[in-house]
């Protein structure tokens, strides 16, 4: 269980991530965003496009762990989903679906009660969960895609 000074932490990278995300990328030519400079690794846009579904799909799941008695948690194919066509569509979109998911996203965060971050829900891959480890982990995830970008960025 996370104390309340480390949910703060969390939930103010939550908030920060769609910022640091345009700052890194939004001004980058299309051969950055799309070339893959790093073997198996996921182009600039790709992440970016990659950082909403995955925010997205933890989103729902903890509204759905907030109003339902320990739900199973579906997971997803992210490979597979990065190999769809809306991966190649300008990020723009994307960026601002991130802004908008994580202001609502922190809002959420932020009016949680005590019992609240202690609801649960099961995911066949990791087994139970609880809200605030989704806090942790996906601020973590933002973190770890931005190394990522840096790197590819790096790269090139």
């Not at 490979?79 to 960026?95: G, N, R, V």
């Not at 609502?104 to 005590?114: K, P």
């Not at 989704?134 to 601020?139: M, P, T």
Request: proline share 4%; charged share 25%.
């Amino acid at each position: 269980m996370l104390s309340s000074s480390d949910r703060r932490i969390y939930i103010e990278k939550i908030r920060q991530l769609p910022s640091q995300v345009r700052e890194l990328v939004g001004e980058l030519t299309d051969e950055q965003l799309y070339t893959h400079f790093l073997e198996g690794e996921w182009s600039v846009a790709q992440n970016v496009h990659h950082l909403v579904d995955s925010h997205m799909n933890t989103y729902i799941r903890m509204k759905l762990m907030l109003t339902e008695e320990r739900p199973t948690l579906k997971p997803y194919d992210q490979a597979k989903w990065a190999e769809l066509p809306d991966y190649q569509l300008p990020i723009e979109t994307s960026l601002k679906l991130l802004e908008a998911l994580h202001e609502r996203w922190t809002a959420l965060f932020e009016s949680l009660s005590y019992e609240q971050w202690q609801h649960t829900g099961y995911h066949p891959e990791v087994g139970q969960i609880r809200v605030d480890d989704l806090l942790k982990s996906y601020a973590e995830h933002g973190e770890a895609h931005l190394d990522q970008i840096q790197r590819t960025l790096a790269a090139q």
